[in-house]
């Protein structure tokens, strides 16, 4: 149950629409659906205003599909993200409206019919800067995130220091924008250059590309935590969503 569901259910009991048992019977699930296996907090979009996300990794297939088809029976958008192919296809053959971003790994579901978020027409949006074409996963994840809560979002990708003049040359969009999502791998540089040159906050997404002594992801993390550079925050390694999801809530 989401925010806009709720207000049409309520004005439907008012007018008369429906009766009172069975908009009973709609918020039964309230504040939990609870399936053995997960319990699904029906809540959280009247709480947060967005629904609960589900993370499809180390879940079996038919538990994704029928955890993602519950929640879409109560809500207009749903974000499932680490989504596998197989795992994406068997959504979409059971829930109506999905969106595969299969280099993301993520899929939107947005129920046919139904008014979904949008961005706000107020000028504001959040940019998302990547590094290096490798670290297009991560940003299309943090991207795509923020879009499907109704952010607008402007992409400008391999903009890394290793030819700083093609970052140079996103300057205008990128002191005009509300905030920054900045990805990068290896040394993890960016942000710090990124922070020095706005006013805005920035969120630096640490990623795995690089090479032996990158541990990972570690070495751009822990460089990105020791920025000189003010206003910066950071995310876990390869933690896309949820630099979309923060970004999101500093543009709103």
Do not use: W
């Amino acid at each position: 149950m989401d925010n806009e569901r709720l207000k049409i259910l309520l004005e439907n009991v008012k007018s008369g629409h429906t009766p009172v048992d069975e908009a009973l019977n709609s918020l039964r699930s309230l504040p939990y659906d609870d399936m053995g296996y997960a319990k699904l907090d029906m809540h959280r979009g009247i709480r947060t205003g967005f629904p609960e996300v589900v993370f499809c990794q180390g879940k079996t297939c038919g538990q994704s599909v029928e955890i993602v088809k519950r929640l879409a029976e109560s809500h207009s958008t749903i974000l499932a993200t680490r989504v596998a192919p197989d795992v994406a296809e068997k959504i979409a053959e059971a829930v109506a409206g999905c969106t595969y971003h299969s280099a993301a790994r993520i899929l939107v579901v947005n129920k046919p019919g139904e008014q979904t978020k949008k961005a706000a027409d107020d000028g504001k949006y959040i940019m998302v800067l990547c590094a290096g074409t490798a670290d297009l996963p991560v940003a299309d994840e943090a991207a795509i995130t923020a879009e499907s809560m109704g952010s607008r979002v402007v992409r400008s990708y391999d903009v890394g220091v290793a030819g700083l003049h093609r970052l140079l040359d996103q300057r205008d969009r990128i002191m005009e924008a509300n905030v920054l999502i900045v990805v990068a791998g290896m040394e993890g540089a960016l942000p710090s250059v990124v922070g020095g040159m706005v006013s805005c906050p920035v969120i630096a997404v640490p990623t795995s590309i690089g090479y032996g002594a990158s541990f990972g992801g570690l070495a751009a993390l822990l460089a990105m935590l020791n920025s000189c550079a003010a206003g910066v925050a950071v995310m876990n390694i390869d933690n896309g969503f949820g630099a979309g999801y923060f970004a999101h809530l500093v543009n709103r």
